[in-house]
């Protein structure tokens, strides 16, 4: 039995897409520091990276698993429930609309750990698979736009502000089908929590919000 220690700010099973509205009155006292070239700069350098990893996806998911009945974005994913629970996979953190109740810095955050659970997961599950090359590749794109992401949240930050603490979870693999399954879910979840970024990301450019 093969077990992963990760860490993730919410348990379950699979994200919920809650999506991410433009700004508007919720900047927080943050609206001048995203209208800076610099701030604006590294929205748009992530959102070139988020695109790029999830036109990778398809490809990925191909290339290494390879049990006919996992397919991405399929109804019978619904059924892998039960499994997911079975072999303790966790979700992703919830992006939520940015409001007086949610901060552009905890949307951020929560980026940031969603993007680290995701690579923690492929990083575990590649050298079970036999074919690793594009899972390597797609964790590269991952951990640059974590820098990315990162630099965001930095530059929102207080520099007396506490970083996120997570919780440890175990990912129990007991063969074959098991690591089929698992990085069949991380790439679907991936999939999944990269539309939430891009919509969350693309609510900062005031060029994609004006009427």
């Known amino acids: 039995m ?8 919410i348990p379950g099973f699979m994200a919920t897409i809650a999506g991410c509205a433009p700004l508007q009155g919720f ?6 520091l995203v209208e800076d070239p610099q701030f604006q700069e590294i929205v748009l350098r992530s959102l070139a990276l988020t695109d790029k990893i999830r036109i990778s996806i398809p490809d ?3 290339s290494c698993i ?4 996992l397919q991405l974005n399929s109804s019978e994913n619904a059924y892998l429930a039960t499994m997911a629970s079975n072999i303790r996979f966790p979700s992703a953190p919830v992006l ?4 007086e109740n949610f901060t552009l810095e905890s949307s951020v955050r929560q980026m940031s750990e ?9 990083n575990f599950v590649s050298p079970l698979l036999q074919n690793q090359e594009k899972v390597a590749d797609l964790m590269d794109d991952i951990r640059d736009l974590t820098i990315q992401i990162n630099k965001m949240l930095k ?3 207080a520099e007396s502000a506490v970083q996120p603490t997570h919780t440890p979870v175990a990912l129990q693999l007991s063969g074959e089908y098991e690591v089929q399954v698992a990085a069949h ?5 991936l999939q999944g929590f990269l539309q939430d970024i891009v919509r969350c990301l693309r609510s900062l450019v005031p060029s994609f919000n004006r009427s």
Not at 114 to 122: D, E, K, S, Y
């Open 2 to 9: 093969h077990i992963l220690t990760v860490f993730v700010a």
């Open 96 to 99: 939520k609309v940015v409001s």
């Open 155 to 157: 530059m929102l930050q």
């Open 66 to 69: 390879h049990t006919e009945t």
């Open 60 to 62: 990925t998911h191909k």
């Open 27 to 32: 900047c927080a006292g943050n609206c001048a």
């Open 185 to 189: 879910l991380t790439l679907e979840q």
């Open 114 to 122: 969603g993007l680290q659970l995701h690579r923690a997961l492929l």
